[in-house]
Nanobody, 126 residues
Framework: QKQLVESGGASVQGGGSLRLSCAAS????????MGWFRQAPGKEREGIST????????DYASSVKGRFTISRDIAKNTVYLQMNSLNPEDTAVYYC???????????????????WGQGTQVTVSS
């Protein structure tokens, strides 16, 4: 059974930090593209970061580059998203997703990913 479970979402003040976790089961994150997406109320789900199976190739949306960092722990089969310098525009439901890997950087595209977690709420107050 394939499963992705996000955790770590919370309410935080602007300028604060959070670390989201995505625990995978049923497959290894070392064999998949892994990505983080977010969806704010009334907006489309946007890709914010991806990491390749080797853990070396990453991609970030311009809105989070320099503030967010994606990483993984193979032993724990878990992907993380470290979020620093949070602002109210970061408020959204954050989703972890997995998809196939055909080489190179994983595309930060919603349709590329075929399995999704349930989401975790991040709320940043002003």
């Amino acid at each position: 059974q394939k499963q992705l479970v996000e955790s770590g979402g919370a309410s935080v003040q602007g300028g604060g930090s959070l670390r989201l976790s995505c625990a995978a089961s049923g497959y290894s994150v070392s064999n998949k593209c892994m990505g983080w997406f977010r969806q704010a109320p009334g907006k489309e789900r946007e890709g914010i970061s991806t990491i390749d199976p080797g853990g070396s190739l990453t991609d970030y949306a311009s809105s989070v580059k320099g503030r967010f960092t994606i990483s993984r722990d193979i032993a724990k089969n878990t992907v993380y998203l470290q979020m620093n310098s949070l602002n109210p525009e970061d408020t959204a439901v954050y989703y972890c997703a997995s998809g196939p890997w055909w080489g190179g950087t994983c595309p930060r595209v919603r349709g590329y990913f075929d399995y999704w977690g349930q989401g975790t709420q991040v709320t940043v107050s002003s």
